[in-house]
């Protein structure tokens, strides 16, 4: 006997496996920290950051962002009415994250291309730095890592960008609002890890979901 439509729509969605990121954090390292291979432990709780990482704080609502613009030529053909070769000749990469602490040591230095590891803050709570003529192409690691909740734990999904760097300056407002400092960073791909952007989902929930996420289980 052939299914009815809600029979083959039961079979196909599962309602209780539609994702939002309800909480999120930012964390960037330098360049020779050591990267991120595994996100949770054995019983699916977070593991402690490698040495070295350090959080951007409190970000805007709206978020982290990842966009990629892939770049295709096309080969036209005469007489066809659609191309006759696509070649995708690149693809970049832009994350973007608007911090709201701004005077952060490490927020600042993102914001404004600069090393401030030598900027010593004064007994009395001065600090005074010089920004350089020309910003300095500086590179980091970067982990984006959000959590969603469900009935069997939680889930997490991360993203780990091994080598990442800052690609413009933001504008400065000084206004009623809070100040903000609205990055815009480029991961490229990292030669020891063969990888640009290195993808987690993990927790109670993830292993809880195995059969509806569709994986191939481990041994």
């Not at 966009?67 to 970049?92: K, L």
């Not at 004064?122 to 890592?145: S, T």
């Not at 760097?165 to 609205?182: L, N």
């Amino acid at each position: 006997m052939s299914p009815t439509f809600s029979e083959l729509k039961n079979q196909a969605d599962t309602t209780s496996e539609v994702r939002k990121i309800l909480e999120q954090m930012v964390w960037l390292a330098p360049i020779t920290a050591d990267p991120i291979t595994s996100l949770t432990d054995e019983n699916g709780a977070l593991k402690a950051l490698p040495e070295g990482y350090w959080p951007v704080g409190i970000i805007s609502t709206d978020g982290s962002t990842l966009a990629t613009d892939v770049n295709v030529e096309d080969v036209e053909g005469f007489g066809y009415a659609q191309p006759v070769r696509r070649d995708i000749t690149s693809a970049t990469q832009t994350v973007t994250v608007t911090c709201l602490e701004s005077f952060r040591k490490n927020v600042i230095s993102l914001a404004y291309m600069m090393s401030l590891d030598d900027v010593e803050q004064a007994l009395n709570g001065e600090i005074v730095f010089d920004r350089p003529a020309l910003p300095e192409k500086q590179f980091y690691r970067m982990i984006r890592i959000g959590r969603d909740v469900t009935a069997n734990g939680d889930i997490y999904r991360a993203k780990f960008y091994p080598r990442i760097y800052s690609v413009s300056i933001p504008e400065e407002a000084w206004t009623t609002d809070a100040v903000t400092f609205p990055l815009e960073l480029t991961p490229e791909v990292d030669k020891a890890l063969g990888t640009s952007e290195r993808n987690f989902i993990a927790g109670p929930g993830a292993k809880a979901a195995a059969t509806s996420l569709g994986f191939k289980q481990g041994a």
